[in-house]
C-alpha cells in the first residue's frame, strides 16, 4: 500500500496534469481543483496502486472458496498455518486431500522454503481440518491483505478456529532455543506504522471497521493447550509470551532486538500478526504457538548471525512435539 500524495501540475484553466516521472512524494496543489477529480483517477494517472484497495472483495473471496470445495468433501472446523519448517503436521492428517495453491485462481502463492504452497484438507485429532502447508509472507513483495487473505477463504470454506504457528526468535533472555511460546498476545509493528492489514475499504460482511483486538487469542484455548503441554511432558520448554510481527525479510540488529525487547516482546517473526488480525475480524476463534528457533542477539559480544537453515532445523527437530501438541489440542477443543 502506498500512500497517494503526489505532485501535480495545475495550468491556468485549472487542467490538472501528472508529470510523467511522477513519485509518490509530497506536493502542494489546490484543493478546489483536485477535489473535482476523482482520487481513482489521480492514482490511475500516476501508475500507483489505488489506495483504497483492501484486497479481494467479499463475492471474489465466496467464489474461490466455492472453487476449493469443488476439490474435496471435507468441511473443515479448523485451519491450521503451518510455519517455516513446520509443515511436516500435514503429514499426520488422516484421508486427505491436498491442493496446491497454484492450483487455486487468484490464491497467493509462497515463494520462501520451507513453505510449500498446498492446501491439506482430511482428519487430525478425529476432526476436519484444512492446513495450509506454507503461508504468505509480507517481506515476498505481496501487499498485506494479500498476506491474510487465505484465512479469508478458510473462514468461507466453513472453518471457526484458527491455529496459527510460527517459527520466532527469542527475545526474552529466559528463553532458549527449542522452546514453544503460546502467544497471549501480539505486537503489530506494521500497523502501529500504518500498514495494518485492515487498512483500506471495509466490507462490514468481513468485519467492523473499527475491531478490537484485545483477547485476539483465545483464552480457553491458550489454558487448553497448557494443560496438554504439561501432560506431554513439555513444562521446561514451555513460555506463554507476545510475539511481534517485523516486516523483515533482514534478521534483527543488535540494536533492534534491543528495542522490540523494550517493547514488551518475547518473541519476533515476520508473519502471523495479519492472520490473527483477520481471523479476530471475521469472527474466527484464533490459537498462536511460537515455535523459538533462535535467540536474537541482544549483546555485541555475544552476537552471531541467524540463518533461515537454521530456522528450519530446529523446526525439523521440534516437529513431532509440536505435531503431539496441535493434534491433542484439536482432539480435545470444543468446536
Ligand atoms: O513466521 P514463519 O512463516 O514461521 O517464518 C519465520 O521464519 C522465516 C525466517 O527464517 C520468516 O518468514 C519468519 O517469519
Known sequence: MHKVVINVIIDFDGILSVPNDAMPISGVYKQ????????????????????????????????????IKSHTKI?????????????????????????????????????????DGKLVFGLLGGKPVVLMRGRIHYYEGHPMWR????????????????????????????????????IKDHIDLPGLTGECVLIGKNDERFGPRFPATVNTYDQSLQDLAKTIAEKLGYAKILRQGTYVMVGGPTFET??????????????????TVPEAIVA???GLRVFGISLITDMCPQDYNVSR?????????VGERRAKD???????????MND
Do not use: W
Request: aromatic share 4%; with cysteine.
Open 32 to 67: 478546489p481543483v483536485i477535489t473535482k477529480l476523482k482520487r481513482r483517477e489521480i492514482v490511475v494517472m500516476a501508475g500507483i496502486d489505488d489506495m483504497s484497495s483492501s484486497g479481494y472483495s467479499f463475492d471474489e473471496v465466496q467464489s474461490i472458496a466455492e472453487n
Open 75 to 115: 468441511q473443515p472446523k479448523i485451519g491450521i498455518v503451518c510455519g517455516s519448517g513446520l509443515g511436516d503436521l500435514a503429514n499426520h492428517v488422516t484421508n486427505s486431500d491436498t491442493i496446491c495453491y497454484s492450483q487455486i485462481p487468484k490464491f497467493p502463492v509462497s515463494t520462501v522454503p520451507g513453505h
Open 147 to 182: 498476506v491474510a487473505v487465505p484465512v479469508r477463504i478458510m473462514k468461507a470454506l466453513g472453518i471457526t478456529t484458527v491455529i496459527l504457528t510460527n517459527a520466532a526468535g527469542g527475545l526474552n533472555p529466559e528463553y532458549k532455543t527449542g522452546d514453544i511460546m503460546i
Open 254 to 271: 543488535v540494536a533492534e532486538s534491543r528495542l522490540l525487547r523494550l517493547f514488551g516482546a518475547d518473541a519476533v517473526g515476520m508473519s
Open 280 to 282: 479476530r475480524h471475521c
Open 305 to 313: 548471525a541467524t540463518t533461515h537453515e537454521e530456522v528450519l532445523l
Open 322 to 332: 509440536l505435531q503431539k501438541l496441535v493434534t491433542s489440542l484439536v482432539e480435545q
